[in-house]
C-alpha cells in the first residue's frame, strides 16, 4: 500500500515539525495537520514565519517550501480524519493531575479522544500511528476502541515515538539516529508496517530504520529517555562530589566520556534537566514497574528524578547561603528561562523551580530570555500556585534587554545555556551591579577565570576549588 494523504492530529512541538519534514520530503504526500487549538493553527498558517508555535532552528525554511504546497493546517479535524489513509496521532499525554496514578501515569484522556473521533468518522481503512510517547500496551487500548464501532471498517495500529530533541528537531528529523516503528506480527500489520517505512524511506537511509513488535517500541522510547535522564542525573550528582572535593565536572565528564563504552554525549552538567518528557516518562515508567509490583525496578528510576529535583534546589539554596543567609529584597537576576537553548519551551525548565525556591525568601527576580515571552513565565510561575498571580508579577519581572536586567543587581543566575550569554560585555554588567558581584552559573558556559579577573565572585555548577 502507497501511502496518499496523511492526517496527524495534534499540531505542537512534534506534530508540527515532524509533519514539516514528511511533507517535506515526500512532495507525492498530502499532510494535513490538525488541531483543536485554533490559535495554534492559525499562527501554523501565519505568513510572517517568526510567528510560528514552535521556534525551532530551520523550520521556518522547511514551513515555507512545503505549506500550500502538500501542508495544509487545519481545525478541521473530521475532514482531515476521513481524508487520510494514515492518521498519526500527536496529542499531548501529560502526567495525570488527578484520580489514580495522579503525578506519575501518564493522562491519556487526550489518546482516547483521539481514537474515538477516528472511530466515529473513519469510513474507510486506516493505519493508525502512535506518534505520542505512551506508556507500552496502549496500543491495546487503541485497538480495542476503534475495533468496537461496528461500521466494518479496518485499523492498523503502529507505533512510531519520536526521538527528536527541541532546538534540534529539524536537524534529528532530517537526518534520525534510527527510526522506530513497531506493528503487529499478522500480515496485515506487516504490511502498514512497511507502508510507513516507505514514507521515511524518501529520506533516511534503510539501515535507520528498525521496525519491531508493538510493545518492544513503545517501551523503547521510555527506555531511551530514562536512560538519557539517567546520564543527566548521574553526572549532576558527581557535580555536588565535585564541588566538595575540588575536581571540576567538565574535566571528569571529559575523563569518563573519553572511554568509548561510556560516550562523551550527555554529560553535561547542569542545574537540572527540563523540558517536557524526560520527567513525564520516568514517572510514568515508575507507574507502570509498580502496577507490575516490580517495586525495586520502580525505585532505581525514580532516583533519576530525586536526583534532579536536589540539583535545582542545591543550586538555588547556594545562592542564598553566599548571598549571606539572605536573599530578602535582593535582586536576583536569571539569564534564561527555557529547558535548553535553541527553544522557547519552558516546560519542566528549572528556572521556574529555583525561582519559586528564591521568591519563597523573598528575592526580587528580573528575567531576560532571548525566546520566552513574558505571558509564558508568569503562567509557569502561576501554575505552581505557591503565591498569588499579584505577588508573582511584584516579585518578579520579565526584561527585554539583559543588560538592563543585571543593572543593580546582587547576583546573575544563568539557568539556559544561550549561546549569547556568552558574548556579554561582562565588565559593563559588572560596572552596573552592586559589590561584591556575584555569578551563579548553573551551565557552566562562561569563563569563570575572565570573569573573576573583571572582579566577579563566581560559582560555577561542579567546579569545585582548587585551593
Ligand atoms: N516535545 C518533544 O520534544 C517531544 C519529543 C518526542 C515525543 N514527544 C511526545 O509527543 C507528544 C506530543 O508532544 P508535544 O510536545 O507536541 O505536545 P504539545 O502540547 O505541544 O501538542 C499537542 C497538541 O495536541 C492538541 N490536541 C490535544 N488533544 C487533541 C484532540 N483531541 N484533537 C486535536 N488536537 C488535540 C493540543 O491542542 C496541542 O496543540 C507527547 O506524547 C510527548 O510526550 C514530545
Ligand atoms: O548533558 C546534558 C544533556 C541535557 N541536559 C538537559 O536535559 C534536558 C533535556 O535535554 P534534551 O534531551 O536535549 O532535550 P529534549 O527536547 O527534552 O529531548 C529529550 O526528550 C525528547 C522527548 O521525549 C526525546 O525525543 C529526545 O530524544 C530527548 O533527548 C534539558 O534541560 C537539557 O539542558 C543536561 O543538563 N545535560
Redesign the pocket.
Known amino acids: 500500500m502507497k501511502v496518499k494523504n496523511i492526517c496527524c492530529?495534534?499540531?505542537?512541538?512534534?506534530?508540527?515539525p515532524t509533519m514539516a519534514v514528511i511533507a517535506q520530503k515526500c512532495p507525492h504526500i498530502k499532510v494535513t495537520v490538525?488541531?483543536?487549538?485554533s490559535s495554534?493553527i492559525s499562527a501554523w498558517n501565519d505568513e510572517n514565519l517568526d510567528k510560528l508555535p514552535?521556534f525551532e532552528p530551520g523550520l521556518d525554511a522547511v514551513v515555507s517550501e512545503a505549506r500550500g504546497r502538500n501542508l495544509f493546517f487545519s481545525t478541521d479535524?473530521d475532514q482531515a480524519i476521513d481524508e487520510a489513509d494514515m492518521i498519526f496521532i500527536?496529542?499531548?499525554?501529560p502526567t495525570k493531575t488527578y484520580g489514580k496514578g495522579k503525578g506519575m501515569a501518564?493522562d491519556l484522556k487526550?489518546i482516547e479522544?483521539?481514537a474515538r473521533?477516528i472511530a466515529s468518522v473513519s469510513k474507510s481503512n486506516k493505519i493508525v500511528v502512535e506518534?505520542?510517547?505512551?506508556p507500552v500496551r496502549t496500543a491495546s487500548a487503541i485497538k480495542n476502541i476503534l475495533d468496537n464501532t461496528g461500521n466494518g471498517v479496518e485499523f492498523q495500529i503502529l507505533s512510531n515515538?519520536?526521538?527528536?530533541?527541541?532546538g534540534t528537531?529539524v536537524e534529528d528529523l532530517f537526518a534520525p539516529d534510527r527510526v522506530l516503528i513497531g506493528g503487529d506480527t499478522s500480515a496485515k500489520g506487516q504490511e502498514a508496517i512497511q507502508a510507513l517505512v516507505d514514507v521515511y524511506a524518501n529520506w533516511v537511509p534503510k539501515e535507520r530504520i528498525l521496525t519491531t513488535n508493538v510493545w518492544s517500541s513503545e517501551l523503547s522510547?521510555l527506555t531511551a529517555n530514562a536512560f538519557l535522564a539517567q546520564r543527566v542525573s548521574s553526572i549532576n550528582s558527581m557535580s555536588a562530589l565535585c564541588e566538595k572535593t575540588g575536581a571540576d565536572v567538565n574535566e571528569v565528564a571529559k575523563a569518563i566520556g573519553l572511554d568509548s563504552r561510556i560516550g562523551s554525549k550527555f554529560l553535561k552538567s547542569s542545574v537540572g534537566f527540563g523540558?517536557?518528557?524526560f520527567q513525564?516518562?520516568i514517572l510514568n515508567l515508575v507507574y507502570i514497574a509498580k502496577t507490575y509490583g516490580l517495586n525495586e525496578v520502580a525505585d532505581y528510576w525514580e532516583q533519576v528524578i530525586i536526583i534532579n529535583d536536589y540539583q535545582k534546589n542545591r543550586f538555588s539554596n547556594n545562592i542564598v547561603s553566599t548571598l549571606y543567609n539572605t536573599v530578602s529584597g535582593k535582586k536576583i537576576t536569571f539569564l534564561g528561562w527555557a529547558f535548553k537553548k535553541d527553544t522557547n519551551?519552558t516546560?519542566e525548565s528549572a528556572a521556574i523551580q529555583v525561582a519559586d525556591n528564591l521568591l519563597n525568601e523573598q528575592a526580587q527576580i528580573e528575567v531576560y530570555d532571548p525566546k520566552v515571552i513574558e505571558e509564558r513565565i508568569y503562567a509557569d510561575l502561576d501554575y505552581l500556585n505557591t503565591r498569588s498571580e499579584d505577588e508573582n508579577r511584584s516579585l518578579l519581572k520579565v526584561k527585554k534587554d539583559p543588560y538592563e536586567a543585571c543593572k543593580d543587581s546582587h547576583a546573575i543566575a544563568i539557568l539556559t545555556e544561550w549561546d549569547e550569554f556568552k558574548t556579554y560585555d561582562w565588565q559593563r554588567i559588572y560596572d552596573n551591579m552592586l559589590k561584591p558581584a556575584f555569578v551563579f552559573d548553573g551551565r557552566g558556559i562562561l569563563d569563570t577565570k575572565a570573569l573573576e579577573n573583571i572582579g566577579f565572585v563566581c560559582y560555577s555548577i561542579g567546579k569545585g576549588s582548587n585551593k
Not at 492530529?9 to 508540527?16: E, K, S, T
Not at 515515538?161 to 527541541?166: D, I, K, T, V
Open positions: 492530529i495534534g499540531a505542537g512541538y512534534v506534530g508540527g490538525v488541531d483543536v487549538n495554534r514552535v479535524v500527536s496529542v499531548n499525554t501518564a487526550y479522544l483521539c473521533q506518534k505520542s510517547t505512551l515515538p519520536e526521538f527528536l530533541a527541541e528537531a522510547k523540558g517536557s518528557c513525564k516518562d519551551d516546560r
